[in-house]
């Protein structure tokens, strides 16, 4: 096979930085904004989101699992037998990605 | 045949029903690991829309939080914590394989070395528990 140059070792290490992101940062997200704030065992304004590191710290935590979703759901799409649809199907989820990552500076920067 | 690739029509291609990851355990296991990634990703995009709602002022940020205790939105809640948690238990012990740790000569056992990735979790979900009740207002 000869060595083609791609930009896969980028994609890649975003999928896996997601990952990490997702692994030790989401679940624990859940439970505050899916269960504590809408019941009621924890109340708040909002207030800490317009701290500049909290903004830094946002933006890593859901951007960068987008680039790990959009990998997963492309791998997971061909591997369901949508292969023919491959390259209009990476552009679906890569582009997803990156529109999410404009979308979330946009809205952190915008607070 | 040297230095030509071959003629991709003449090459065997195995076919694959699209349902393959339904027929064993352990491949339906794969498959909804590989979905997590959209659970995972949805609410991370219910949380930003949750934080945009701050632009539109205090009021909106309110509704939208109380928005989230139906009983719909708390069966989605529930759904992504399980996919969440299904994804970091799963990426611990593929790290635990992809990164082994060495101590002197010895490997360290790949089940410590998830264990102490979930350690580091547990002390990590915390800290940010600890960070947010401090920082709230």
């Not at chain 1, 790990?68 to 552009?91: C, E, I, Q, T, Y």
């Amino acid at each position: 096979m000869a060595t083609e140059k791609t930009t896969e070792p980028f994609w890649w290490g975003l999928f896996s930085a997601g990952g990490v992101v997702a692994a030790f940062l989401v679940p624990i997200h859940i439970i505050l904004v899916g269960f504590a704030l809408p019941l009621g065992w924890i109340t708040d304004t909002g207030a800490l989101y317009r701290i500049w590191w909290v903004k830094f710290y946002l933006f890593v935590l859901i951007a960068l699992p987008l680039y790990h979703w959009a990998h997963r759901f492309h791998f997971a799409l061909n591997d369901m037998g949508l292969k023919p649809l491959s390259k209009a199907l990476a552009v679906l989820c890569y582009g997803g990605a990156i529109i999410g990552t404009i979308v979330t500076a946009w809205v952190l920067l915008k607070l | 045949m040297s230095g030509t690739r071959p003629d991709p029509t003449q090459l065997y291609r195995p076919k694959m029903p699209a349902t393959w990851w339904l027929k064993k355990k352990s491949y339906f296991l794969f498959m909804l690991r590989e979905l997590s990634s959209v659970f995972i990703a949805l609410f991370l995009l219910v949380y930003l829309c949750q934080i945009y709602q701050l632009t539109r002022g205090p009021e909106a940020y309110l509704s939208f939080t109380q928005k989230l205790s139906s009983p719909g939105w708390i069966l989605f809640h529930l759904i992504a914590l399980l996919f969440a948690v299904y994804h970091s238990v799963t990426w611990f012990q593929s790290s635990a394989v992809v990164l082994p740790v060495r101590l002197g000569e010895h490997l360290v056992p790949r089940q410590t070395v998830t264990a102490l990735h979930i350690g580091a979790w547990v002390v990590v979900s915390l800290g940010i528990l600890i960070l947010f009740l401090a920082l709230k207002g």
